[in-house]
């Protein structure tokens, strides 16, 4: 996957160059599934990371009603309200389950030098509660530059991260965590980030990681010979957090069910996954694409995304077995981990509007997306869970995967089961009944899910969204 996570599409894109991006509507080869990906004009959509993306996408100095994107750049976009209203969370802040005493832990390398700003216009442009963003600095962090694609590509993904925890969970208190070394593939950048976890969890600071980046098994070295030591040696945070109680949430990644490895390996038969996605310890968080009126109404059942922009990551992995809480979709994921766990909002054809300043030539509204936007929306939901049931609620997956066998009324946990996760050329999983590899357990009704999560199954009541998803 490489990082940050969102919207990376490895090769394709690259040899399509800047010049076809811009000029508009682009195309890939067609998945090995049933229906070859759409095609969109992606003008006016940011593409990360930075090695070739912010400079790609159109800046705007005012974001565009969903209407408005369809007609004009010829994809749906979305707002926070709309999200909001998409997941069914007016319910709970009703309730006063807004977040509040909750800590969300975002980690990007560089970070943003205009995150506190950018929040704060982000929040009136919606008229959303501001909050103050907690920034702790981990090693040896460059001062930033506007003109080093690798450090506008992080603030981007650090405005997304923070912008869309913050939209679920407007109460929760942010910390951002920005390290000094890029994650890329293989262990580079891991390690100041792992540390950097470590060090919070210890000190008791987080409730819910955040983590929308990750690097393919088979780019840590020794993968090629069965030695998985470079990457199980960086486990510690996540020990730590499981020992703390600490939620850890990962990416999936966007490149579907390759991750950038479209033929897997000659030593493991299946395709490359991603870690730390992959881990048993962390939640692992897919994508799928929302079909939203302008008030946030659905408009048609969510799918799993996949367009000609990227997919949503999903696969098994060649380093972990099959934890003991996946035993009852062992017919999907076989002796292995699979993943994801869980999907939200992540496609192009149905972008987030982030507010952006850090480049000074590209100063406004941009559109963002990918598992990276799927992640912070899914950790403010952790957190909403966190403070309804008074205490942290630590490694979640047993939980999620015991509420699916309940129906979804009760566990606000609704299948996914159209689309797959093919892309470039390779055949995706498909989403079915019940778990797959595209889209996991599927997506959530925020509400029900929430009480569930908490331990208050019947709590969430039986008022459904008012549209079916």
Known sequence: MGSPATLRRALALLAVGATALTAGTIAVPAVGAATAA???NLSGVHVRPASFGHHLATTRPAPLSTTQCVSQIG??????????????????????ITGKGRTIVIVDSFGSPTIQH??????????????????????????????????????GETTLDVEYAHAMAPDAHIVLVETGVAETEGTT???????????????????????????????FPGYDKGDFKSLTD???????????????????????????????????????????????????????????????????????????????????????????????????TGNHRGTPDIS???????????????????????????TSEATPLFSGIVALADQLAGHRLGQINPSL????LLPSKWSGIVD?????????????????????????????????????LAGDILGGGDDSQGDEQ
Not at 401 to 404: D, E, H, N, V
Not at 423 to 451: M, N, P, Q
């Open 189 to 219: 950048g891991l390690p100041e980030m792992m540390d950097a976890e470590k060090d919070l969890i210890k000190k008791g600071v987080g409730d819910v990681i955040s983590q929308s980046f990750g690097a393919t098994e088979n780019t």
């Open 75 to 96: 994809i749906h976009c979305y707002s926070p309200v709309q999200y909001q209203k998409a997941y069914n969370l007016a319910p709970l802040y009703n309730e006063g």
């Open 234 to 332: 960086l486990r510690y945070a996540f020990k730590a957090a499981a020992e703390r109680n600490v939620t850890v949430l990962g990416a999936s990644g966007d490149n579907g069910a390759t991750d950038s490895q479209p033929n897997g390996t000659d030593l493991y038969p299946f395709k490359v996954n991603s870690w730390p996605s992959s881990d048993p310890l962390v939640t692992s968080i897919g994508g799928t694409q929302l079909t939203l009126d302008d008030n946030g109404n659905r408009t048609a059942a969510d799918k799993v995304w996949h367009d000609n922009s990227g997919a949503g990551g999903g696969g098994v992995s060649g380093v972990f077995q099959r934890p003991w809480y996946q035993a009852g979709v062992s017919d999907v």
């Open 118 to 155: 950018d929040l704060e216009v982000f929040d009136k442009q919606w008229g959303l509660k501001d909050t103050q963003v907690e920034v702790k600095k981990w090693g040896n962090v460059p001062v930033f530059d506007p003109k080093n694609a690798d450090h506008t590509g992080w603030a």
């Open 38 to 40: 759409p095609t969109y």
């Open 344 to 370: 939200m909002s992540a496609a192009v054809d149905g972008a987030a509007w982030t507010y952006e300043s850090y480049d000074p030539t590209a100063v406004g509204w941009h559109l963002t997306g990918g």
């Open 401 to 404: 995967y015991g509420l699916s």
């Open 416 to 452: 996914v089961k159209d689309g797959d996760n093919g892309w470039g050329g390779v055949t995706g999983y498909k989403a079915t009944e019940g778990y797959d590899l595209a889209s996991g357990l599927g997506t959530i009704d925020g509400t029900k899910f929430v009480h569930a």
